[in-house]
């Protein structure tokens, strides 16, 4: 029996620093990071393949120690086990032109829809398209007699994230019943970052989400990945990753369920430079506030 290790969504490359984290570290660091542990089963020897499903890195452009540490990565997951990889709506140029230049053996990259076939099954890739009609004929070309899997990079109809519900033509992008190519049983998807299952039609589509929070949106979320067996009828479970906590902070009392190391960002009543000082010193690393308005400053302690 065939088993795969999902991983999506990973988000490499995101420059981000925030106030009292050490100098020199990057947000991307956390996302490297939760790439690694997401790939335990493939290092520990529990699949037979890992698949990632899209935003690779977190620009289209990313910066090239983030392109560095990638390819080391992969190299180090492919002398395990094969690995196919496709773009995201974040890889927009593709991801050939970032990895492929040393050549990767063992890893299948995949920048238009394809069909690959990896530890034994038979997988239809198709990268993110804007547009559900052409997704759908890609999807087609690439799909039917002998594919085991779907692997996506999209919305689909009825995905949810805090606050929002994806339908057909809301957004503009988002793909029905209707674009999906007959037979389709088992959509394993990246571009949601909140893990979920869900139906649609006679498939599901199942999101591991996220390896890490990408936003102070999922601050509430389980991030990690998926694994899946091929038996007779397909079976996945969601294996639950290490993701930094982060907090909302609207009231400086909210300060008192923050620790070290832990990431905060201040809204509100609690936009203030007496709170940030109060986060620094619980060693929380806060996102740094903007340049102060003039309405901030009438709150700011004089100098
Ligand atoms: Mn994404």
New binding site residues.
């Given amino acids: 029996m065939v088993r795969l290790l999902h991983v999506t969504?990973t988000?490499l490359g995101v420059d981000r620093w925030f106030r009292g984290a050490p100098r020199g570290w990057r947000r991307g660091d956390d996302h490297l990071a939760a790439f690694r542990a997401a790939l335990a089963p493939a290092f520990r020897g529990e699949v037979d393949g890992v698949v990632h499903t899209?935003?690779l890195f977190d620009r289209s452009r990313p910066p090239a120690r983030a392109v560095a540490e990638a390819i080391a990565l992969l190299a180090e997951v492919a002398r395990q086990v094969p690995v196919a990889l496709m773009p995201?709506n974040?890889d927009r140029q593709g991801l050939r032109a970032h990895l492929a230049g040393g050549g990767l053996p063992g890893v299948a990259i995949v920048d238009r829809a394809a069909r690959v076939r990896i530890a034994g099954a038979w997988l239809a890739l198709v990268p993110y398209l804007p547009d559900p009609a052409a997704w759908g004929a890609a999807a087609s070309d690439v799909c039917g007699e002998g594919v085991d899997l779907l692997l996506a990079h999209q919305a689909f109809d009825g995905a949810r994230v805090p606050g929002f519900a994806f339908r057909v033509g809301s957004p503009a992008d988002t793909i029905g019943e209707a674009h999906l190519p007959p037979g389709v049983r088992h959509i394993l998807c990246?571009?949601i970052?909140t893990r979920q299952a869900l139906a649609l039609g006679a498939a599901v589509v199942v999101h591991p989400g996220?390896t890490e929070r990408?936003a102070f949106l999922e601050r509430a979320e389980t991030k990690g990945s998926a694994v899946w067996e091929l038996g007779a009828e397909p079976t996945w479970r969601f294996v639950d990753g290490p993701a930094r906590p982060m907090h909302v902070v609207e009231h400086p009392d909210a300060l008192a369920l923050v620790s070290a190391e832990e990431l905060v960002t201040l809204k509100g009543a609690a936009r203030h430079v007496e709170v940030e000082q109060a986060a620094l010193a619980r060693g929380a690393w806060v996102a740094p506030l903007p340049a102060p308005t003039p309405q901030m400053t009438l709150f700011a302690p004089r100098r």
Avoid: I
């Fill in positions: 969504d988000h899209g935003d995201g974040h990246g571009h970052h996220s990408t």
